[in-house]
């Protein structure tokens, strides 16, 4: 963490040197030196959507969805996750993890591919009688058990992957773009140009969609369809359906992922949307999953810090920039530091209602916080484009790094 500090201090300073200017100087958005090396507000705000939009798009790799769903309330749902993606990007990060660390151990304990976990934990093999199969205890269950795992096996990596709307290819376009857009952004850094706050913000949504391509690379993406393995009809107790979960519940899901005393895959058809498999405190996949997602949560922050000394329009947005940025890079970083203490102080079962209760004050209390500033994050960087600093619309100058006589 102290060598991150020092990495934003660095990069502040640099930021500090490049846009070396007062507060107040802005210029308004149409104002441009040379004509052939301008660059239009226009080519600004549509850059950085279509990166975040892109990044985001791709990066996200939704559970397999209820049956007999419309095309409309899969674009719904998809929509929503990338709504989620786009306010607390960390949070998928979380999630990816999860599912990234589950489906690692569920390999290792039953010697099938890592597509084969992923598949497992996001309700991709469901019995005969429609039921998913995501409960470790499913597959050691005495005969039926030994059938279904004997099913899965049988399941080749092609039959998966041919269900997935995803390849390498669209996945290295999306990467492609999230590259080029911060070769852009160090470019002009490195040729004194000033960088804007929605560059800042799209940088930042880049860099954290880097890790969820990483985790979720082997995962099938939009998955309409499970595949049906196991025993045949009649030999598999269905169990009552549970009661649909509520708003809070829901919630808590996409916080931590758990979804004990909450939920029932054997008894439902389908798994929640942020489902990841089973996870518990003593389990790593839930501890590791955490730390990776208050390390991303801390960066997402920082690289807002970069635009510490940048120029605002007003002092006021000024503070509220910094304020927000510290405040993201700051929570989830808190957490990553407190939490594992907690944990290992945590003896017995007094111990560890200690610690949920720690916990839940830290989540009560800091969350609202969070969100509130995240938000500020999103309109901040849309408001700071009324004014632009001087050079703001002055294009790279590519041919500087061509080598020529």
């Known amino acids: 963490m102290l060598l991150l500090l020092l990495l934003v201090h660095q990069f502040f300073t640099r930021i500090r040197t490049v846009q070396g200017h007062s507060l107040n100087s802005r210029a308004p958005v149409d104002s441009c030196v040379d004509i052939n090396d301008c660059r239009k507000l226009f080519d600004i705000v549509w850059g950085c959507l279509t990166t975040i939009f892109a990044c985001t798009w791709v990066s996200v790799h939704p559970n397999i969805p209820p049956p007999a769903q419309s095309r409309l309330t899969l674009l719904w749902r998809r929509l929503r996750m990338m709504l989620i993606a786009v306010i607390a990007p960390e949070l998928m990060v979380g999630f990816a993890a999860r599912q990234y660390l589950v489906s690692r151990a569920l390999s290792k304990q039953f010697k099938f591919p890592r597509t084969h976990g992923f598949f497992f934990t996001m309700g991709g093999f469901v019995s005969q009688t429609g039921h998913p199969i995501t409960l470790v205890n499913q597959l050691k269950a005495p005969i039926i058990g030994e059938q279904s795992r004997e099913a899965i096996c049988n399941v080749t990596e092609d039959d998966i992957m041919d269900k997935s709307k995803g390849d390498a290819l669209s996945k290295g376009v999306a990467l492609a773009q999230g590259l080029w857009f911060t070769i852009q952004c160090l470019a002009r850094v490195h040729q004194r140009l000033p960088v804007t706050e929605l560059e800042i913000t799209t940088l930042a949504f880049a860099v954290v969609n880097v890790f969820i391509w990483l985790l979720w690379w082997d995962k099938p993406l939009d998955v309409e369809q499970p595949i049906r393995v196991g025993p045949a009809e009649g030999q598999q107790e269905p169990g009552p359906i549970i009661p649909h979960m509520g708003i809070a519940h829901r919630f808590f899901g996409v916080l ?15 798994v929640p949307s942020f489902w990841a498999g089973e996870q518990g405190r003593e389990d790593n996949s839930f501890q590791g999953a955490l730390l990776i997602e208050c390390l991303v949560g ?62 839940a004050v830290i989540f009560i209390l800091g969350t609202p916080t969070y969100i509130i500033a995240r938000l500020f994050l999103i309109v901040l960087p849309l408001t700071t484009l009324r004014t632009l600093p001087p050079g703001a619309l002055t294009d790279v100058n590519w041919s500087i790094y061509i080598p020529h006589i």
Request: net charge negative; hydrophobic share 50%.
């Open 256 to 270: 931590t992922g758990d979804y004990s005393d909450l939920y029932d895959p054997i008894s439902s058809t389908s």
């Open 298 to 359: 801390a960066i997402f922050g920082a690289i807002h810090c970069a635009a510490w000394n940048a120029s605002f329009p007003s002092r006021d947005e000024m503070w509220m920039w910094r304020a927000c940025s510290l405040l993201v890079a700051a929570f989830p970083a808190a957490i990553g530091s407190v939490m594992p203490v907690i944990w290992a102080a945590a003896e017995g079962s007094f111990g560890e209602t200690i610690a949920d209760l720690i916990g």
